[in-house]
């Protein structure tokens, strides 16, 4: 696969929704076959910037807090950037052709534009939060299958409202609406 | 269980919006334009109302912010037939846009014009949309949105409280409105709480609710202007 770069300091170019028109942000679908896709829940099929090897990571018993630092204090468990790559890839691996792919990257002012493989929909209206989960001990997997063992990420959980408000009902959490609806 | 409840001491308030604006940027609220404003389809959750009082020369000028009452007895939440508007424990008058279907019944149904239609997807010219709240979701054509006493700040602070495991501190809780306000004029916090702030103004003589003989018991209460200017 070859890395697709984007300037690192331009958020602009990596907060655009797919197929938006430019100048204006809108939630508008742009096409009337991209709300069927929504509505059937038919995600595209993203191409990852690097064929990220979960499982060696996992492997080598690097916690999944080390690269996805959100995930324990607040909404968000972000996505690492070569920044954090490279706190371990200056030394580590440094004669495979992949390591030394994002090293050039890197030295050019680059960053991988990762694609989110979970996620909602703006019409979903959810507003998720990681940390309290973490905090009682949800593990990943619950939610993100076996992410651990595979390579890139891939979404083998689907995160609809039956899977949240049940496990809210068993473990006392809370189900009012306007808990994960605002 | 708190009942969430605010303030207004009009004896504070300038008129001068700061409000109208923390709101706006808040809450990720679209503007539609002067054409479409003229028909009244602007979205503003909180407006600040301007009156003035006696003749010319010895005029008074008077202003009034308004938000959701989040009303008690909230006569936007039977006439819902889909359930969106209705009450939660802690007292807020919730809209969950997943279920609304765009009747507009409940508009039409508040007394305060506190209730507005999405007429379009909201949009913003680039690069403003770098600026949204991603703490609150952007509402879609056909929805109906209104204040929410800034629930994303509410349940964020609770959240935080129990990490921290201790109880909520009065004026912990900021809605975006309180917070831009130079004045101090708003104050929002627990009504069932004796102590807290919000409940010593409510108790105030000088108090009162917006159309309080409609019935609605509004959690909002409006501290009269004493001084005269």
């Not at chain 2, 009244?40 to 938000?67: C, N, Q, S, T």
């Not at chain 2, 306000?181 to 108790?203: I, M, N, T, Y």
Request: glycine fraction near 8%; aromatic fraction near 8%; hydrophobic fraction near 35%.
């Amino acid at each position: 696969m070859q890395p697709t770069a984007v300037p690192s300091n331009d958020g602009s170019d990596i907060a655009l929704l797919p197929g938006q028109v430019s100048g204006v942000f809108t939630t508008a679908r742009p096409t009337f076959g991209a709300a069927v896709d929504d509505f059937l829940n038919r995600r595209p099929v993203y191409e990852q910037p690097l064929e990220f090897p979960h499982n060696i990571h996992v492997g080598k018993e690097i916690a999944c807090e080390v690269c996805h630092e959100g995930v324990d204090k607040g909404p968000k468990a972000g996505i690492p950037g070569l920044r954090t790559c490279m706190i371990c890839h200056e030394a580590i691996a440094t004669d495979r052709p992949r390591i030394q792919q994002i090293t050039a990257m890197r030295d050019k002012g680059l960053d991988l534009a990762w694609q989110r493989v979970y996620g909602f929909s703006n019409d979903d209206h959810v507003r998720f939060n990681h940390a309290p989960h973490i905090r009682n001990k949800v593990e990943c997997a619950t939610c993100h299958g076996n992410v651990g063992e595979q390579t890139i990420a891939q979404r083998n959980v689907e995160h609809t409202m039956g899977f949240c408000v049940n496990c809210h009902n068993e473990r006392k959490a809370s189900i009012d609406c306007l808990t994960c609806h605002f | 269980m708190a009942r969430w409840g605010m303030a207004a001491d009009l004896d504070r308030c300038n008129g001068c919006g700061a409000c109208v604006v923390a709101c706006h940027s808040e809450n990720n609220i679209s503007t539609v334009g002067d054409e479409q404003a003229s028909r009244g389809r602007a979205k503003h959750w909180i407006r600040v109302e301007r009156y003035w009082e006696g003749d010319f020369p010895d005029v008074r000028l008077k202003f009034r912010p308004v938000m959701c009452q989040q009303c008690d007895n909230a006569p936007c939440e039977p006439v819902c037939p889909t359930y969106a508007s209705h009450h939660t424990e802690d007292g807020l008058n919730a809209q969950v846009y997943n279920r609304c279907i765009g009747t507009r019944y409940c508009a039409n149904a508040c007394p305060y014009n506190a209730r507005f239609f999405d007429f379009f997807n909201p949009s913003w010219d680039k690069p403003l949309q770098l600026q949204l709240n991603p703490d609150v979701s952007l509402r879609e054509v056909g929805v109906m949105e209104k204040c929410t006493f800034c629930v994303q700040r509410i349940r964020g602070a609770q959240l935080q409280a129990r990490t921290e495991d201790r109880a909520l501190r009065d004026g912990e809780i900021q809605p975006a409105c309180v917070q831009g306000c130079a004045a101090k004029a708003l104050v929002f916090g627990d009504l069932e709480d004796p102590e807290s702030h919000v409940s010593r103004l409510a108790r105030s003589p000088r108090g009162s609710k917006l159309l309080e003989d409609v019935g609605t018991q509004p959690a909002v209460t409006y501290l009269a202007r004493a001084t005269q200017v």
